[in-house]
Structures are given as C-alpha cells and as structure tokens.
C-alpha cells in the first residue's frame, strides 16, 4: 500500500513564475491538507480539501490556491512566486473525519521548492 | 489549540531510553496529545496520541499526567535513526483538524 505520494521532487522557478505541486493521498483517505515548511522552521498549515472543497484555510494569501480531484488526489498552485515562497511543501491525508477518537496525518516526503 | 511547551534539544544515548517531555497547560477535556517526528528533509511522521490514559504502539509510549498539563513521549531505546525533530501538539478530538507546529524538540542520539 503506498503511501502520501508528491510530486515534483524539487523545482526551481523564476520569480513572478506559477507553479503546480501535486499530491496522492494514502489508500483509503479523503482528506488532503497542505503545509509550508521554510528552512529551519516547523511546517505552517496552507488549507485543507475535502470532497473537493477548500475546507480550512491558513494565514496565506490568495496567491496560494488548491483543487482536489474526484480520486482524492490534490494540487497547489502558487502564482506570482516570490523568493519568500522557497520551502519544502508538504501534503498530508488523512482518513474519514471521525466524530471523536482522534485524527492522525501522514505526510509525503514534499517537493522542495526553489524561486531564484 | 492549546499551546504546547518543549525543550529545544535533547541528547540522548543509543540503546537508553528517550524521554521528551511537553508541557501543555491549557489543554481543555476535549484536546488529545499528539507526538510527530520529523527526521531530517523528510515529511512529518505520526508517533502516538492520546487524551488522558497512558498510550503505547510499535514506536513509543506516551504518559500523560493526570491532570492533563503536561506529557512525555518515551522511546524505549533509541536508535540513531531515531535522530529527529519531535513535535508535541494539542489538537481537538472531533473533525478534520489541521496541525499547528511550534519549534519541536531537536533530539539527537548519539552512538
């Protein structure tokens, strides 16, 4: 059974570029969150998809977009890259939401991402 | 979310026991205890959660204190692999939650 899959593995951009980072998430899961990681810091919470909507949302600006397909599968899209915008993007899924009981993510090894 | 408090490193010995505590004295009934691992330019990786008893899996065992503030995650017998960053977050029991991360505590096992 594989788990979180991501692609690309690295990227480099240009700024003022866009870019598309995608996700699979584990067998059986429906949920997809999405994290930025800068370079010695924890990973910050983007947004969350579920049943193909944007469920929660981080503090980041509208340039930072997402889209979650039928199979469960996902995308980020950043637009306008900055140079702030390098980091190791993370996808995380998750199981159905239970109503209580906990709720553990599993994450894919990220696409680092580079904006020169 | 309740605010987690954890040391910023940690040594620990191959073969001995990690013990990494985190202080989350603002945990209300509903929050469980999460432990997260993050070894180095990989993705998250989930330890164990609980919300007031004592919890242990494959990996590690957690202790939560009885009244709730604080916890510790215990490694058995650390490897060198088990040479990672570890995050302790409180997290509402119910829903799809997203994860906050603070600094982590930076454990380093050394041979």
């Known amino acids: 059974d594989a788990g979180v899959t991501q692609s690309p593995t690295h990227l480099i951009k240009t700024r003022g570029q866009q870019v598309t980072l995608r996700c699979s998430p584990k067998?059986?899961?429906?949920?997809v969150s999405w994290y930025q990681q800068a370079l010695g810091q924890g990973p910050q919470f983007i947004f969350q998809?579920?049943?193909?909507?944007?469920?929660q949302r981080g503090n980041f600006p509208d340039r930072f977009s997402g889209h979650q397909f039928p199979n469960y599968s996902s995308e980020l899209n950043v637009n306008a890259l900055l140079l702030g915008d390098s980091a190791l993007y993370l996808c995380?899924?998750?199981?159905?939401?239970?109503?209580?009981?906990?709720?553990?993510?599993?994450f894919g090894p990220g696409t680092r991402l580079t904006v020169t | 979310d309740a605010k987690t408090t954890q040391p910023p490193s940690m040594d620990c010995a191959e073969g001995r026991a990690a013990n990494l505590p985190c202080n989350h004295s603002t945990i209300s009934g509903n929050e469980y205890v999460y432990w997260y691992r993050q070894i180095h330019s990989q993705g998250p990786q989930y330890i164990i959660h609980g919300l007031k008893n004592n919890e242990t899996n494959e990996m590690a065992s957690l202790i939560i204190t009885e009244d709730r503030k604080s916890s510790t995650l215990i490694l058995p017998h650390a490897t060198l692999r088990d040479t990672a960053v570890y995050y302790c977050i409180v997290l509402l029991s119910s829903g799809r939650r997203a994860l906050t991360f603070g600094s982590g505590t930076r454990l380093q096992v050394q041979p």
């Open positions: 067998s059986g899961h429906d949920t």
């Open positions: 995380a899924s998750s199981p159905p939401g239970r109503t209580s009981g906990g709720y553990e993510q599993y």
């Open positions: 998809y579920y049943e193909e909507e944007e469920r």
